[in-house]
């Protein structure tokens, strides 16, 4: 797929409206939820983590709900899955298709081909993950609730960074490789491996999921400010993964 | 253009072996050699597209420093691989490719498209071969530099277009540029160059002027037998005055007369009684890539 300003407005535009259906979809269910949180509760049980999760939902009410189903399950799943995609196909595409030559050949300078690669990326996958926060307020209006506009807006830019880090690591793969296919299956059934070990109790916390579940968030909002023992390292990585991407997109070769 | 002791290496394979070349402002040489015999790979170097392993470039004035970007600035390029952005229309992938060049690049590459009969409006992927080289001529033609390196321009181009786009270059080579011309055939470029670079295996086996090698060419006899006809040293009976050189290959014979007058040398050939008899004769109408495989046993010219 062609790279250009119009392509990445499109793909962004793209996730925003998957993502924003899935929490249209969310807090057009929150009465129904609401009104059967004790069966759910009942059928949760039996899985700690599952209850832990419906437990957090119960005590923060509609903040928590829209937290797990918003941040937690659409933007952590679905963005994962949308940054390892957009990554992979961003050089190693390149290569593949056999485009590479004419897109370096231009007197441009591979620093700046590279990182508006890298910039466009992450605006398709980070950009909508505010802009569908950002309708939260007016979508909790119908049933007469409300969040905090910068609570939301702290919660997207955890979000983001833990976004940022897996799109960038997937980068730095694709500058190394010319198998945008390969790169797509092992990061993807590498996310959802983890993903899964959120789920399972005594390993749950070998899984990267922890950085970005209902508790990291809540903590946001009840302390009006962002956990930063947990961004920094992620954005640490989203910076190192960038350089090292640099390093190895300047020797490339087409 | 210049590059001083230019070695490049894909892992185990040496694609270019050490290569020295000047190539003074203005003119068009061609790069001419087989497939596989390390054109694309030295005008990748030229471009800054490889990274230098091993030797100096030069172009235009400016060493090849970084990612070469300010050797690009001053050169145009045409990659001889034709993988496009199919699904952009031929404006949008002219635009796409006259990126960072100068105000007005992109109107005279749509000039020369127009000229070129090349359909902007179209999408790539319904293009012809033919046509996505054409689209990349004109993105290396248009631009105001002083130096292009196109790779395999007229491969795929029917005998008019190839004509055509010839004249661009020629008309483009008298305005003062100097042009790099790569071509694995050379009868499709060589009207145009006036300088001639023979590369194979990686290694620069002639360099000399069109018209020293079309000169040559006028003193080549090329002998054809039947199958088997020849015997060991056979041929040593045309040796003798007049004959630079007698090249057995197969149940062929090239030689290479000293001078333009053939008749001494086909008189001794009458006289050999004990050579079989040819069954052709060739002399002034052999094309300088049959001289060149000739010469250096280069194959697929």
Redesign the interface.
Known sequence: ??K?TRGYITYGLGFFVVLEIMLVAAVYWWPTFEENLPSIKAIAAPIQMLSDLVDQVDQFGVSGYIVGQHFFKGCSALGTAAAVLFAANSVAGEAH???M??W????????RLMTERWLGGLFVVVAPVFLTSATVPALLGMFDKTMDMSDLMRCSLHMGGFLAAIYSVSFLWSCLSSEPMRISFVMLFLSVMVFALYLVEGVTHYSLYRLVEIKVFMRIITKDAMDWPLLAPMLACTVLAYGLSLRAF??R?? | MSVHGLEHRFGATQALHRTDLEIPAGGVVGLLGPNGSGKSTLMRLLTGLVPLQQGKVNVDGVPMAGDGLEIRRRTTYAPGELHLYSELKGGEHLRFLLRGRRDGSFDRARSIAGELGLPLDRRVREYSHGMKRQLLFAAAIAPDVRVRILDEISEGLDPAKRSQVLDLIDADAARGTTILLSSHHLGEVDRSCQRLVFLNAGRVVADESSEEVRRRAGRLVRLRFAPGALTPGSTGVLQGPGVESVEEVEDRVNVMLSGDDPRAFLGRLAAATDLPAPTSVEHGRISLGELYRALYGVEGT
């Open positions: 797929m062609f250009g298709r056999g485009t030559e004419i370096l050949a231009r007197p441009v300078s591979r620093t300047r020797r070769v087409p």
